[in-house]
């Protein structure tokens, strides 16, 4: 068992000196140190390439750093096990641009199934995915298929798939990058909603501007660099 | 993780690849139905073996001036003989001329019967190996009276050979069904990951352990292996009852039938999962999502 701690005090967060080099050894993070506070909404900025997707990964344990400290939630996760991969994931929500949610399920199957696959209690279930639909404004979708939605419909099943179990990180990977300007403005509403309810929201993004309107922390790398930490 | 979660995600993954798992299960059937037929035959063939020991007998030769009845009794008392009986020249003069039937007359031409008397020694069951068998014969051969022995352990000898080849063929069947039907498993497993590759990704990301990912396949593997296994003790079962019409006295050990066709069907069904699982998904939380690098 890692070590995890619980107390209000843990940061959601925490960096030291991360680097990630990948094949060829192209530098995608280098020497990455980062401190985000339970509670935080962030903007990671940068270009492609920046390393992003990278420092998201890591996030979730998808990918480990070579070297440095990454500790999510009081979990180190490179000395987790695989076999508590799943419960660190449980307390986080994941969001990407290219939405994927499963095709042959509806609304509502898409969320159940998460909600199934982590062991809810069946009868907490629909209480849990309507109260989730309301929030997001997507009950009279909950029998759609995917294919029958619009990109920012999609998104926010997306994100409501995330939100549905309760999740204490959202990290959001260019939510906003498939979608019209005015679904993108709804995507951020929402995410604020969701960080203002006591989530920590890390959103991803190479649009500057968005982020800056926001008026949120704002972290932009560069080839893998911070070089930029602005409140 | 729920049972009923696992059940529910099983069948709805036997339903969306019912094409290839129906198509398995049959070559699964196919191939377990050739190893019960094998069984059945050689549970047969054990049983004619194991018949005919027991009528195995050893023919004691005589010379003319012994007295049989204590030559008998001392024959009977020794270890594995079941019954012992003596018979004269002139009762083997007949016998010789039963068995010749039209031919008979051939006996007529002979001026004098040629045949010796003899002690027909019947063995018991549990003697009937070859080196019982070789035992007894040399016994015999010790007592007084007694010129030659002719133990028929040429016979037991040619018996034991068939029945031992028999069962290191069956072993190899066995051995070879058993990797058809585990290979057929992998592959349905196989092709049921990869069409499901997208929604294990999910899966991973939201935070579901690894059972919970796995077992639905390792009870599709399961289900299909036990299927393949039932079909094939059905066919086996159609198979004996037309044998009987040929050879009533063709014996079938049900229970083991039925043992071996359900449990191979399962072991491989659960082994080959588990296999397609390692192959295509050896570190659940760590390898499988392929997002694209900014």
């Known amino acids: 068992m890692t070590d995890i701690p619980q107390s209000e005090s843990v940061n959601a967060v925490e960096l030291v000196g991360v680097s990630r080099l990948y094949q060829h050894s192209w530098p995608a993070l280098t020497d990455v140190n980062l401190t985000i506070e339970k509670g935080d909404f962030i903007f990671i900025l940068g270009a492609t390439g920046a390393g992003k997707t990278t420092l998201l990964r890591l996030l979730y344990r998808q990918d480990l750093a070579d070297s440095g400290k990454v500790k999510v939630l009081g979990y180190d996760l490179k000395k987790m096990p695989l076999s508590e991969v799943p419960h660190l994931r449980k307390r986080i929500g994941i969001i990407f641009q290219d939405f994927r949610l499963l095709a042959e399920r509806t609304v509502y199957e898409n969320l159940e199934f998460v909600l199934r696959v982590i062991g809810t209690e069946p009868k907490e279930i629909p209480g849990r995915i309507q109260e989730t639909l309301n929030r997001l404004g997507l009950v009279h979708k909950k029998d759609s298929y995917p294919h029958q939605l619009s990109g920012g419909e999609q998104q926010k099943t997306s994100i409501a798939r995330a939100l549905v179990k309760e999740p204490e990180i959202l990290l959001a990977d260019e939510p906003t990058g498939n979608i019209d300007p005015k679904a993108a403005a709804d995507i951020l509403n929402i995410l604020k909603d969701i960080n203002y309810r006591g989530a920590t929201v890390l959103m991803a993004t190479h649009d500057a501007d ?10 932009t790398l560069d080839a893998g660099r911070i070089v930029r930490d602005e409140t | 993780m729920r049972l009923s979660y696992i059940l529910q995600e099983t069948l709805r993954s036997i339903n969306r690849n019912r094409g290839n798992f129906t198509l398995a299960a049959t070559v699964q059937a196919i191939c377990l139905v050739l190893l019960s037929v094998f069984v059945v035959l050689t549970f047969n063939l054990f ?20 007295e049989p009845t204590l030559l008998v009794q001392r024959i009977v008392s020794l270890d594995g003989v079941a019954q012992a009986r003596y018979v004269p020249k002139e009762e083997a003069l007949t016998e010789l001329r039963a068995d010749l039937g039209p031919d008979s007359s051939l006996v007529d031409a002979l001026e004098q019967n040629p045949l010796p008397a003899s002690v027909r020694i019947t063995v018991r069951s549990g003697f009937a190996s070859l080196s019982e068998l070789a035992a007894l014969e040399q016994k015999v051969q010790l ?9 028929g352990k040429e016979m037991v000898e040619r018996l034991e050979r068939i029945t031992r080849t028999v069962t290191f063929l069956d072993i190899g069947i066995l051995v070879i069904v058993f990797l058809a039907v585990l290979f057929i498993a992998f592959q349905t497993v196989e092709s049921s990951i990869a069409s499901r590759h997208h929604e294990i990704q999910i899966m991973e990301l939201v935070g579901a352990t690894g059972s919970t990912i796995r077992l639905p396949f390792i009870f599709e593997g399961t289900a299909q292996g036990m299927l393949g296994g039932a079909a094939a003790f059905v066919l086996a079962v159609v198979f004996h009852r037309l044998t009987t019409v040929v050879i ?3 014996a079938m050990p049900t229970g083991v039938v039925l043992l071996a066709d359900l449990g191979l069907g399962a072991l491989s069904g659960v082994t080959g999962s588990l296999i397609a699982l390692n192959r295509i998904h050896r570190t659940p939380q760590a390898v499988t999502m392929d997002d694209s690098e900014e």
């Open chain 1, 210 to 219: 968005l982020a800056e309107r926001t008026r949120r922390r704002r972290v």
């Open chain 2, 47 to 66: 049983r004619l073996s194991e018949a005919a020991r027991r009528h195995v007998e050893l023919y004691a030769f005589v010379s003319e001036q012994t």
């Open chain 2, 143 to 151: 007592i007084p009276g007694i010129t030659e022995v002719w133990s």
């Open chain 2, 248 to 250: 009533p006295a063709a």
